[in-house]
């Protein structure tokens, strides 16, 4: 994930912004973390950093390495636990969903007073791809 940045739109007028948006990320190396800052633009001065978390890929990619298919809808995969080694605030599961796996998170963002960060990941193999297998 060397050099790779993405940016979503700016939310204006809110301290709780929501941006569903969908980010897709090339993954050269599972034990590298996705870090993730978060901003608050400022018209004439440079924006200020309100936080930063990372996302450990590793537990999901070891669901993607169990080969499930078939299971039903909502099956909880397996349970992260929050630790001072991660930036979750709460249990995040992988969870079976129509055929894929999904995991949900909620980040403490760190380096700042407060602040979460809900994310959602999921592995996408694009064409030609040979996957995390």
Do not use: H
């Amino acid at each position: 994930m060397a050099g790779q940045k993405l940016k979503t739109p700016v939310i204006n007028e809110t301290c709780n912004p929501e941006w569903n948006d969908e980010l897709t990320l090339s993954i050269t190396d599972i034990n590298v973390p996705i870090n993730l800052a978060v901003y608050d633009r400022d018209t004439f001065t440079a924006d200020d950093k309100m936080g930063e978390a990372e996302i450990d890929i590793r537990p999901y990619v070891e669901c993607l390495r169990m080969g499930l298919e078939n299971l039903p809808t909502g099956t909880v995969i397996t349970r992260v636990q929050p630790s001072r080694t991660n930036c979750l605030s709460d249990e995040s599961c992988c969870v079976w969903d129509n055929g894929r796996i999904l995991q949900d998170m909620f980040l403490r963002l760190r380096n700042v007073e407060c602040g979460e960060i809900e994310v959602q990941i999921e592995w996408i193999n694009p064409p030609g791809c040979k996957g995390v297998f």
